[in-house]
T-cell receptor, first 112, second 112 residues
Framework: GQNIDQPTEMTATEGAIVQINCTYQ??????LFWYQQHAGEAPTFLSY????GLEEKGRFSSFLSRSKGYSYLLLKELQMKDSASYLC?????????????FGTGTKLQVIP | DAEITQSPRHKITETGRQVTLACHQT?????MFWYRQDLGHGLRLIHY???????NKGEVSDGYSVSRSNTEDLPLTLESAASSQTSVYFC???????????FGDGTRLSIL
């Protein structure tokens, strides 16, 4: 089985930078996804990491350390529309890594 | 544009009734998934399929079934609805494990 941990809630100020952490324990690792989910909507894909290091995509960046079982999502220049839940998902070795296990998500509130 | 659609978007039913939720994707993806999302639990996998005639149980499969007769559709059936199955249900599809999942808009199911 897999164990994925994320903080439940975070609050940050508009214009600031926030880092959302995800730690995982798994019998095998082959990639980690980050999704954004606004309240009442479906999750949408943000990033995918399979190798160590930082992947930058506009205001959003994602980092992975396989040796530490750790990833984070970095959101810069926060906007009110970034208020959402952020889901970390790790590819599941059971069944050939075709499915993922989701963390419970981090609800981010951006305040003025 | 390719898409994944779920129906109905909202449903209210009574305990003991059989309920079927539809999921249809035009991505031509082999992988399809059903999740339920509840407060405090995040997205939990109910059933999944890697192709026509292939179905597999996820972590919360009791009381649910699926069938895959073609590439486009993966209907989810609740054999005898229980109040504990009140939830938001998401269907998703992916091309492969290293590609992101595309989610439908969800079905909010209430069982009274």
């Amino acid at each position: 089985g897999q164990n994925i941990d994320q903080p439940t809630e975070m609050t940050a100020t508009e214009g600031a930078i926030v880092q959302i952490n995800c730690t995982y324990q798994t019998s095998g690792f082959n990639g980690l996804f980050w999704y954004q989910q606004h309240a009442g909507e479906a999750p949408t894909f943000l990033s995918y990491n399979v190798l160590d290091g930082l992947e930058e995509k506009g205001r959003f960046s994602s980092f992975l350390s396989r040796s530490k079982g750790y990833s984070y999502l970095l959101l810069k220049e926060l906007q009110m529309k970034d208020s959402a839940s952020y889901l970390c998902a790790v590819r599941d070795p059971d069944g050939g890594y075709q499915k993922v296990t989701f963390g419970t998500g981090t609800k981010l509130q951006v305040i003025p | 544009d390719a898409e994944i659609t779920q129906s109905p978007r909202h449903k209210i039913t009574e305990t003991g009734r059989q309920v079927t939720l539809a999921c249809h994707q035009t991505w031509n993806h082999n992988n399809m998934f059903w999740y339920r999302q509840d407060l405090g639990h995040g997205l939990r996998l109910i059933h999944y399929s890697y192709g026509v005639q292939d179905t597999n149980k996820g972590e919360v499969s009791d009381g649910y079934s699926v069938s895959r007769s073609n590439t486009e559709d993966l209907p989810l059936t609740l054999e005898s609805a229980a109040s504990s199955q009140t939830s938001v249900y998401f269907c998703a599809s992916s091309e492969s494990g290293n590609q992101p999942q595309h989610f439908g808009d969800g079905t909010r199911l209430s069982i009274l």
